[in-house]
């Protein structure tokens, strides 16, 4: 009943910039936390960025001055503006929400992925 959708994703040169945004949709009664995860070929899935429903934010070590998520919850949607981009960046990027559906229970739920490659 809950899905949601990344788009932004692409190629780049390292030090650029691009903007990722995740935009949910369904029967949503609210969303809680919502958060940008990657995964890089032979490696594990990584938390990249969170933030709450109060707009408090969390960000990897390896991100962290370079990255920014926000969120506008008019549009169910969670961004994350990625600068300064380096070929280490390059991953399928995630979107995740905690959403409270019907019945008040909250659900993790989880994008398709989109693909950033980070290359000269």
């Known amino acids: 009943q809950v899905q949601l959708v990344e788009s932004g994703g692409g190629l780049v040169q390292p030090g650029g910039s691009l903007r990722l945004s995740c935009t949910a949709s369904?029967?949503?009664?609210?969303?809680?936390?919502m958060s940008w995860y990657r995964q890089a070929p032979g490696k594990e899935r990584e938390l990249v960025a969170k933030i709450t429903s109060g707009s408090s934010t969390n960000y990897a070590d390896s991100v962290k001055g370079r990255f920014t998520i926000s969120r506008d919850n008019a549009k169910n949607t969670v961004y994350l503006q990625m600068n300064s981009l380096k070929p280490e960046d390059t991953a399928v990027y995630y979107c995740?929400?905690?959403?409270?559906?019907?019945?008040?229970?909250?659900?993790?739920?989880w994008g398709q992925g989109t693909q950033l490659t980070v290359s000269s």
């Open positions: 995740n929400a905690v959403v409270r559906t019907s019945g008040g229970a909250w659900t993790d739920f």
């Open positions: 369904g029967s949503i009664f609210s969303i809680g936390a």
